[in-house]
């Protein structure tokens, strides 16, 4: 069975930071693009940001240019989001993204989420 295990989230104040950890299990996730998505009650999710698979290019949607860093580790098939300065407005619960570049969305792979709280 294919899995995304999303770990990391927490409490924290305004100012502090995260590590969300997203591991991937059952299958290799060599070519695929690897994103980070929110959510909050009532919103629908939202991009956060992605990182191609050769070359590393890198994308985030403009409200945590500056303060979050996504990476990933092919060998370890686990992609990362590192968040500095968090602000109470980036309280949601973070869901990992694998998609296969050209297929529909509808392939995609999610993982769980995991709930980050920024108290201020």
């Known amino acids: 069975q294919v899995q995304l295990v999303e770990s990391g989230g927490g409490l924290v104040q305004a100012g502090g930071s995260l590590r969300l950890s997203c591991a991937a299990a059952?299958?290799?996730?060599?070519?695929?693009?690897m994103g980070w998505f929110r959510q909050t009650p009532g919103k629908e999710r939202e991009f956060v940001a992605v990182?191609?698979?050769?070359?590393?290019?890198?994308y985030y949607t403009d409200s945590v240019k500056g303060r979050f860093t996504i990476s990933r580790d092919n060998a370890k098939n686990t992609v990362y989001l590192q968040m500095n300065s968090l602000k109470p407005e980036d309280t949601a619960v973070y869901y990992c993204?694998?998609?296969?570049?050209?297929?529909?969305?509808?392939?995609?792979?999610w993982g769980q989420g995991t709930q980050v709280t920024v108290s201020s």
């Open positions: 993204n694998a998609h296969a570049p050209g297929s529909d969305s509808v392939y995609d792979y």
């Open positions: 059952g299958r290799n996730f060599i070519g695929y693009n």
């Open positions: 990182i191609f698979y050769g070359p590393e290019k890198t």
